[in-house]
């Protein structure tokens, strides 16, 4: 079985250079095609306490919370994923790698024997450090090769993103 284990920001983004309002983040609709092409559940991170509506202000928030390491707490938690064979965890890239809420989650879970396989949406600066970042998180997992795709370019990715998903999942 498959899981796609995502967090997502709808509301103020940086989309194609400029500050837009996005209705569905774009770590949303990927999850979405991912999921489609595979079969896979979903799990949604949501933070307890909501990031700043702002985009600056959400970015601000965004860049302590790495500097500190913390783990903001969420309003459900993932308890067993031990039915999953392969898990792609999805979010944006934010200072360089996954929200800290990501981490929140993923600490909690037992990666012994999983695929694990990174996506990340981002706006220029691509993988960042999240596949490195994951084989600490995600001990004993396998951690594939991941996957960037440009925000601005999401609306557009359906059949890339999903050719990749599908290829990685045989």
Same mark, same amino acid.
């Given at each position: 079985?498959?899981?796609?284990?995502?967090?997502?920001?709808?509301?103020?983004?940086?989309?194609?250079?400029?500050?837009?309002?996005?209705?569905?983040?774009?770590? =949303?609709?990927?999850?979405?095609?991912?999921?489609?092409?595979?079969?896979?559940?979903?799990? =949604?991170?949501?933070?307890?306490?909501?990031?700043? =509506?702002?985009?600056?202000?959400?970015?601000?928030?965004?860049?302590?919370?790495?500097?500190?390491?913390?783990?903001?707490?969420?309003?459900?938690?993932?308890?067993?994923?031990?039915?999953?064979?392969?898990?792609?965890?999805?979010?944006?890239?934010?200072?360089?790698?996954?929200?800290?809420?990501?981490?929140?989650?993923?600490?909690?879970?037992?990666?012994?024997?999983?695929?694990?396989?990174?996506?990340?949406?981002?706006?220029?600066?691509?993988?960042?450090?999240?596949?490195?970042?994951?084989?600490?998180?995600?001990?004993?997992?396998?951690?594939?090769?991941?996957?960037?795709?440009?925000?601005?370019?999401?609306?557009?990715?359906?059949?890339?993103?999903? =050719?990749?998903?599908?290829?990685?999942?045989?």
């Amino acid at each position: 079985m498959i899981l796609v284990i995502y967090y997502s920001r709808s509301g103020q983004n940086y989309f194609g250079g400029e500050i837009v309002d996005l209705e569905r983040g774009n770590s =949303e609709q990927v999850a979405e095609f991912i999921a489609e092409a595979v079969g896979a559940d979903t799990f =949604e991170i949501r933070p307890a306490r909501s990031y700043p =509506e702002d985009y600056n202000e959400c970015t601000d928030v965004a860049r302590k919370e790495l500097r500190e390491n913390k783990r903001p707490h969420l309003k459900e938690y993932l308890k067993d994923i031990s039915v999953y064979d392969k898990v792609f965890v999805v979010g944006p890239c934010w200072w360089g790698t996954y929200p800290m809420a990501m981490y929140t989650q993923l600490e909690k879970l037992d990666f012994r024997g999983k695929k694990v396989l990174p996506v990340m949406t981002h706006e220029g600066s691509g993988m960042g450090s999240a596949e490195r970042d994951l084989k600490k998180i995600c001990r004993g997992a396998k951690i594939a090769r991941g996957l960037a795709i440009q925000g601005s370019k999401v609306p557009d990715s359906q059949q890339t993103v999903a =050719e990749w998903a599908v290829k990685n999942t045989r």
